[in-house]
């Protein structure tokens, strides 16, 4: 079976700093995405990987890949406020878009 | 294009009574999931369609749930009878599947309430 796990789950910050989500899973894919989440509102696609060492970026916001440590990060520069959400990976576990999430880490950005 | 568009944004209901929940895909997309998100299990496959063919269903609770697809425009989860433990947000999303790398368009949810 398999597993999708975020760590930090919760994460408080300020705002200008730098800190990195984290996302492990436990069998091969070559597929990993990101999504937000804002309280009480739908998910938002972020980011598709879709091979080892693939990087995307996209403002404060940067998403890696490495497959071979089944491992990716989402790393935030110099926060902002309106950054503050869940954040959720997903794994596509059989190449047909059936994603398993991972628990998602809430992130809040404080002034 | 208008998204994913889900009916009801909101179902209140007491115990035992039937809820239907509708999910209209985009249009072109041959992939159609259902979530479930709780606080305490986070977001849950359902089940997924992909040309109105239901793929893997392992992830509906029990027999009181069930899911359909008519046409590709249209589909809708079931819940005969429910009950409080059936209280979540239900997801519906649609995608163009894996050949395309296309990620999984949500729509806004309904939040289900079984009193």
């Known amino acids: 079976e398999l597993k999708v796990e975020q760590n930090p789950l919760f994460l408080s910050m300020q705002e200008g700093k730098n800190y990195t989500i984290y996302c492990n899973y436990s069998?091969?894919?070559?597929?990993l995405y990101w999504y937000r989440q804002d309280p009480g509102k739908s998910l938002e696609s972020l980011f598709v990987l879709l091979s080892n060492g693939a990087v995307k970026q996209e403002g404060r916001l940067m998403a890696s890949l490495d497959t071979k440590a089944r491992l990716s990060t989402l790393h935030i520069t110099a926060a902002v406020h309106d950054l503050s959400a869940t954040y959720f990976c997903a794994v596509d576990k059989s190449s047909g878009s059936r994603l398993t999430f991972g628990e998602g880490t809430q992130l809040t950005v404080n002034p | 294009d208008a998204g994913v568009i889900q009916s009801p944004r909101h179902e209140v209901t007491e115990m035992g009574q039937e809820v239907t929940l509708r999910c209209k895909p985009i249009s072109g997309h041959d992939y159609l999931f259902w979530y479930r998100q709780t606080m305490m299990r986070g977001l849950e496959l359902l089940i997924y369609?992909?040309?109105?063919?239901?793929?893997?269903d392992s992830g509906m609770p029990e027999d009181r749930f069930s899911a359909k697809m008519p046409n590709a425009s249209f589909s809708t989860l079931k819940i005969q009878p429910s009950e409080p433990r059936d209280s979540a947000v239900y997801f519906c999303?649609?995608?163009?599947?894996?050949?395309?790398?296309?990620?999984?368009?949500f729509g806004n949810g309904t939040r289900l309430t079984v009193t």
């Open positions: 999303a649609s995608s163009l599947g894996g050949r395309y790398n296309s990620p999984l368009h």
């Open positions: 069998t091969t894919s070559d597929r």
């Open positions: 369609f992909n040309n109105n063919v239901p793929i893997d």
